[in-house]
């Protein structure tokens, strides 16, 4: 018994950990989310160290990304549940048999419930452990759909990403246009980001459309232009995971704050 409560509480604790993370992540509009920005790392890493150069590198990264951080979900929250019904070894019974599932059937169950397909061969020992799994049923309903919208405003903001990377190569450097639209418009980009931090991982075939690699090139073009290097510094500081090694970015020179963004871009660049 006291066994089963340990693993109870073990199970509420990820399930508390993992769907905090999960509406910080996908509602919170915040720039790190912990346990999601961790397993975004290390797939990308991993994944840039398995995969063959070519196009399909560029095009996989991302959806690799954002797939890794949606198995990690589901999995945890599966697990979750299926310690909280260890708490009572008759929680779920078989349908016909009335015997006691076991951890394996349970997590079957879990399954059933989380994919909204209700409990399958499976029922509740009593109303206690039936509100649970109605809980367990929203839960999963609630990650579902949820989910659906969080990639389809992640793949959103790459594609205004790289819309508006391309609309600046169509102006000069120092033009009244950089100035009055592309600029602005990148500060718009930066709050997106910090909201669907994700959307930095997908990459391009074309290097052009390499997001972090074409806001290097963006501040390049613009450093001999006073004015215009000032408006893209504001416009770019509040990136996410944009800081500079010691104090302030604005205590930074402008190849200083170049260099910086370079070293920012790598941790993105396959």
Known sequence: MIAGYALGALGALILAIVLLDFLYTAIGAAPVAPLSERVARAAFFVFSKIMPEGNARHRLSGPVVMTAIAVTW???????????????REAVVMTESERPAGFLRDFAFVGHLLSTLGGGPFQTENPFWLVLSVLAGVNGMVILTLSVSFVLS???????????????????????????????????????????????YYSA????????????EMAQRVAPYPEQMRRLRIALEPLPDFTAP?????????AQFIARLQDWARQYSL
């Open 154 to 200: 992640t793949t959103t903001t790459v594609a205004q990403a790289r819309g508006l990377l391309t609309k600046a190569s169509m102006f000069a450097a120092d033009s009244n246009e950089m100035n009055t639209i592309i600029l602005p418009e990148l500060a718009d980009l930066v709050s997106n980001l910090n909201a669907m931090q994700f959307a930095l």
């Open 246 to 254: 010691e104090g302030t970015l604005d205590q930074l020179t402008d």
């Open 74 to 88: 589901i999995i945890l929250v599966s697990l979750g549940w299926t310690l909280v019904f260890q708490i009572s």
């Open 205 to 216: 075939e074309h290097p052009a459309r390499r997001v972090p690699a074409a806001m290097v």
